[in-house]
């Protein structure tokens, strides 16, 4: 009998405890649709509007692209006739307006992405007041449950005209449990929406830096597609058979330079081998100029003097008299002189069959037949046209990096942190 009395005061405790949910629900209510509809409301025509202008960069971005499809044709049809002036002049020309609708084109998509960017905050913003609000909610429910609980049966009885005006509560039990649990799953999938949103939200951020990126590159590449512009219309003053003995000469003049690399590379590991001579090398290389934009890559099929010669090497853009630093420690194999007209640069051997290549340096700071360590400064970054170490084709103010494995060229970025 008593524990049958223990169970009807706890049901009876619970019954109160539910009454005053009841009570709250009724009086102030779980936020509802309406409620929902006001929070957002005020951002809903401003999400409504940034889509709209979405879909207008988007088809801007369309017309773009299918006047670059057309030019990229072009200019692989040109890349298969022969070398003339006229040619490369032309070439350049049509390169130099592919760029610059690719910098609209990569401009138009940071803008698309900047308007979802701010689409997404501003559907962020709604879920953050949502479950604001729905916490505050429950919150309030929590107290008025811990505040039942603290009130006597007397006081309950005192404050209610009967029985079973107490127990009409228990008819609305499901209800209130439903409701309960409703609100706690809103608040769930409103967080795992906001959750998803931020996800969003940051592959949209990586997204636009990658593009700003892009952007850099490409105004490097038109910045380079220029300067050969320029030393072509110069070149266009001369004869045609003047440029064709010139587009000779620099294809004979890299040619030596690699045969001269690989050769005394060859020669320069087997006497050191025979010395007993070893590396200090590290094996992980840095950057020989401070990490910038490429402006011309490894094999780039847009690298202006192509049709003379194969890039090999990669271009990152320097200011004239940038230090220049060994990649990693290692024995300086060759240093080539150009002078004023001719052309400059370093070679390191490393261990592994590695040796690195520093090219259009206005100054050497190093002597063959030394070792260097990993980071010290060799000389001083070239390439502007006309100066010493620029030699005949040069696009600029840059360093030239090559990577050779065994001699031959490889990828410096598969090397480079």
Do not use: C
Not at 164 to 174: I, K, L, R
Not at 220 to 236: G, H
Not at 255 to 263: C, F, G, L, M, P
């Amino acid at each position: 009998m008593k524990k049958q009395k223990q169970k009807h005061l706890r049901l009876a405790k619970t019954f109160l405890a539910i009454f005053f949910i009841v009570f709250f629900l009724l009086s102030f209510g779980v936020l509802t649709a309406a409620e929902k509809i006001n929070i957002s409301a005020h951002n809903t025509e401003q999400v409504r509007e940034l889509e709209y202008e979405v879909e207008e960069k988007k088809l801007e971005i369309e017309k773009i692209q299918k006047k670059l499809d057309v030019y990229e044709k072009n200019l692989e049809n040109k890349r298969q006739e022969k070398i003339t002036l006229q040619n490369e002049l032309q070439n350049i020309a049509e390169k130099i307006e592919q760029l610059q609708l690719e910098i609209d084109k990569v401009n138009l998509e940071i803008d698309t992405t900047n308007l979802e960017i701010q689409s997404v905050l501003l559907q962020i913003l709604d879920k953050e007041e949502l479950i604001d609000k729905q916490k505050k909610q429950l919150g309030e429910l929590i107290r008025q449950i811990n505040f039942s609980d603290q009130k006597s049966y007397l006081d309950i009885l005192i404050t209610h005209k009967s029985f079973s005006e107490f127990f009409d509560g228990v008819t609305q039990v499901e209800q209130v449990e439903s409701s309960l649990k409703k609100s706690l799953d809103e608040v769930k999938i409103l967080k795992q929406e906001l959750e998803k949103q931020k996800n969003v939200l940051e592959k949209k951020s990586e997204k636009l830096n990658k593009l700003q990126k892009d952007l850099k590159e490409k105004k490097a590449k038109l910045d380079s597609q220029e300067t050969a512009k320029t030393y072509y219309l110069i070149e266009a003053r001369r004869s045609e058979q003047k440029f064709q003995e010139l587009i000779r000469q620099a294809k004979l003049e890299q040619q030596e330079i690699n045969n001269e690399i690989v050769s005394l590379e060859k020669t320069i590991r087997t006497r050191l081998q025979s010395k007993g001579e070893t590396f200090s090398s590290t094996g992980q290389l840095v950057w020989p100029v401070p990490k910038n934009v490429i402006t011309a890559r490894f094999h780039d099929p847009d690298y202006p003097f192509r049709h003379i010669f194969e890039h090999p090497a990669i271009d990152i853009r320097a200011g004239q008299g940038t230090p220049v630093k060994a990649a990693d420690s290692g024995y300086v194999g060759k240093i080539k002189n150009g002078g004023a007209t001719g052309y400059s640069y370093i070679m390191l051997i490393h261990d592994d069959g590695l040796a690195t290549v520093y090219g259009h340096v206005s100054k050497i700071y190093v002597e063959t037949d030394t070792y260097v360590n990993k980071g010290d400064i060799i000389g001083l970054s070239g390439g502007m046209p006309g100066t010493s170490g620029a030699g005949r084709l040069s696009t600029g103010p840059h360093m030239h990096f090559e990577v050779r494995l065994n001699g031959i060229p490889v990828n410096p970025l598969d090397y480079l942190p």
